[in-house]
């Protein structure tokens, strides 16, 4: 293009050299009968300069805009686009403007993503765990644990992404893979090797119409979890911290899901999905005989989120149906906001005996939430609050709670009356600054019962006894049923460095966390704990 401009400036200059000539001779020889037609020509000549030196002013301007592009981020197809700045902007998480960076292969845009993450912290009182805060299981005041602090490093928080996104004239197809290492192997431990093994977190095909409808299907964040925006994978509305377990009162799981959704003009958004269902359970007496859950033979033992947190999962049971969910997101042109549903079933089976029928028991659970971003000052700061209300949906919360109790004489599962919130803010200080405070609170209901042999039953019993939990020996094997967890955390994230070659964040955080149980006999012990987290990350580019 350059040659071009060049060539067309030189043709230039000779023509008006040539007219200023011709211009000259005609002036003296004005008689001349040729003059008529010279002069003609040369009103044509000028006319033909002016159209090239408008034809050298478009090219210039065309070249001025290819180097601009060039220097920018290229424009894409469809096919190619890049995250948009919505999912780009959990903080934390926000990427340069030359982010992502892709490859492309056989027609699809591959985009690598995740980071890179080495963390230490401490606890002043011990839970023998990694990232993820143990609420469930807080060392109760006075317990040996009480009196032990808890020193830890570790880089298995670390998250590696894929995201493999293609096109066609009538539908746009996504795929996603996301692991960490927070998984174990038998083999694995802490004292020489220290070798974790990957652990999934999302993987899931999505099939994107032009009419608005979306269908995903694969291991995803549910739809009860909240949005920034519409009703998106990748636009989850994440806590910001370093908590591998999040806050208290964040509703979420990761599992296995079929979703439809539809988007109504930017404005609306609904959607439908069936998720895999478990069932957390946690019951003072468990009658004989009781099949479908993890003491049970045609059921698996219940998994725990890691091995070093014993007793995470209270139980698991064999599942009749998956959970049905729903959720409608509106964004009114200020914040985003959401109406979520939630519909579970329960069964286990009271095994027949030489004197006894044998029954299957069925029950139902439910739950209604709400999801809300509110950007109280445009890009500086917005608030955050969700909630959860029903019965039998323990498994949702971050803390981890059951979700039913059983009869003691019919062996039926019970959903337990649970609610939670969550409330959040955070501020954007500058491009290098960003600070945090959330605050959650979660809770169970009493569901007691007297077992046939007139001991405590069910869950939150007033028989419990806890008249003997007076030492720190005694207190080392005192527990009760969890009645109200709740914390308040705050922290800040620094940008350190942001450029084509990634970003690097360091940031802290302090936690602290409380335990209440169901009052029994004697003084009802509690807990609490306080966590200091120190965290520096590579985002990859």
């Known amino acids: 293009m350059q040659v071009r401009i060049v060539s067309w400036s030189v043709f230039l200059v000779s023509a008006s050299m040539l007219i200023a000539t011709a211009g000259s001779a005609a002036q003296t020889d004005y008689q001349d009968p040729a003059i008529t037609d010279l002069q003609r020509q040369i009103r044509e000549m000028r006319l033909q300069m002016a159209k090239m030196q408008k034809r050298i002013v478009d090219l210039e301007a065309t070249k001025g805009t290819a180097e601009k592009n060039s220097s920018t981020d290229p424009i894409l197809p469809q096919s190619q686009t890049a995250p948009t700045e919505a999912l780009r902007s959990q903080v934390g998480e926000v990427r340069a403007s030359k982010e992502p960076t892709s490859f492309y292969y056989k027609g699809i845009t591959l985009t690598p993503g995740g980071f890179l993450e080495s963390t230490i912290l401490v606890r002043t009182r011990n839970e023998n765990a990694d990232m993820a805060n143990s609420y469930t299981t807080i060392p109760l005041n006075g317990s040996s644990n009480a009196h032990l602090s808890e020193f830890r490093g570790t880089v298995r928080n670390s998250e590696l992404s894929l995201l493999i996104q293609g096109s066609t004239s009538s539908a746009k197809l996504t795929g996603y893979v996301e692991t960490d290492f927070l998984g174990a192997a038998p083999t694995a431990n802490y004292l020489e090797s220290s070798s974790w093994t990957p652990r999934l977190r999302q993987l899931w095909v999505q099939l994107a119409r032009p009419s608005g409808w979306t269908f995903t299907v694969g291991q995803m964040w549910s739809l009860l979890t909240t949005n920034r925006q519409g009703i998106a994978n990748l636009a989850e509305l994440r806590p910001t911290g370093e908590d591998g377990n999040y806050v208290v009162g964040f509703t979420w799981t990761r599992e296995k899901a079929i979703r439809v959704s539809r988007n109504f003009n930017n404005k609306v958004w609904a959607a439908f999905a069936v998720e895999d269902p478990e069932t957390t359970y946690s019951a003072a007496f468990v009658p004989t005989n009781i099949m479908g859950l993890n003491t049970s033979p045609n059921a698996a033992t219940g998994v725990n989120l890691l091995p070093f947190l014993a007793n995470y999962s209270n139980g698991q049971a064999t599942t009749l149906a998956p959970n049905l969910l729903a959720k409608v997101a509106f964004e009114p042109g200020w914040g985003h ?41 445009k890009n500086k700061v917005e608030l955050s609050l969700e909630g959860l209300l029903g019965q039998g949906i323990g498994r ?69 006894d806890y008249s003997s939990c007076t030492n720190e020996v005694a207190l080392n094997a005192c527990n009760g049923a969890n009645r109200i967890i709740y914390e308040g955390t705050a922290g800040y994230w620094y940008r350190l460095y942001r450029g084509e070659y990634g970003r690097i964040e360091y940031g802290n955080q302090v936690v602290y966390m409380h335990r209440n149980l169901w009052s029994g006999m004697g003084t009802t012990p509690q807990g609490g704990d306080i966590v200091a987290y120190s965290t520096i990350r590579f985002y990859l580019p």
């Open 396 to 464: 949702y919360g971050s803390s981890g709670l059951p979700d039913i109790t059983l009869n003691p004489t019919t062996g039926s599962m019970l959903p337990l009356r649970q609610g939670w919130i969550m409330g959040g803010i955070v501020y954007h200080r500058n491009n290098h600054l960003d600070l945090y405070a959330y605050g959650g609170d979660e809770y169970t209901g009493r569901y007691a019962f007297v077992s046939p042999t007139g001991t405590a039953a069910g869950y939150g019993s007033p028989l419990v």
């Open 337 to 377: 906001f959401e109406i979520k549903a939630l519909g579970r079933i329960f069964r286990d089976r009271m095994a027949s005996t030489a004197t006894t029928s044998g029954h299957t028991n069925i029950t139902e659970g439910y739950g209604v939430g709400f999801g809300a971003l509110m950007p109280l000052v």
